[in-house]
Nanobody
Framework: QVQMMESGGGLEQAGGSLKLSCTSS????????VHWFRQVPGQGREEILC???RASRTTEGRFTISTDVAKNTVHLQIHNLKPEDTAIYYC???????????????????WGQGTQVTVSS
């Protein structure tokens, strides 16, 4: 499975917004369902949200995923940041193109480095 490259993390103030990026030169990202996960040290990875290949944008609560086709990049925007958002953020795609979010097989994920987000209160 293709390993994705995440970027855009940093030290942020609570209440602000942040946009993370996810890309790869090895695939056309708009052909894949893309998932964002995060991991707090000492805890397991949790999935935040998935953007189906069928859509270009999805929002749930404070989280929005969108696709920039021209840049072959998927973004995760986090609004109204909270200290509990502090984590390493990862993006992954389904192994096969044109498959829905529910068809992700976590056993085959090739995790990237992730990007660290730290939110201060």
């Amino acid at each position: 499975q293709v390993q994705m490259m995440e970027s855009g993390g940093g030290l942020e103030q609570a209440g602000g917004s942040l946009k993370l990026s996810c890309t790869s030169s090895e695939l056309d990202i708009d052909h894949y369902s893309v998932h964002w996960f995060r991991q707090v040290p000492g805890q397991g990875r949790e999935e935040i949200l998935c953007l189906s290949y069928r859509a270009s944008r999805t929002t749930e609560g404070r989280f929005t995923i969108s696709t920039d086709v021209a840049k072959n990049t998927v973004h995760l925007q986090i609004h109204n940041l909270k200290p509990e958002d502090t984590a390493i953020y990862y993006c992954v795609t389904n192994e096969e193109p044109y498959t829905d979010c529910r068809e992700l097989s976590e056993e085959t994920i090739n995790w990237g480095q992730g990007t660290q987000v730290t939110v201060s209160s």
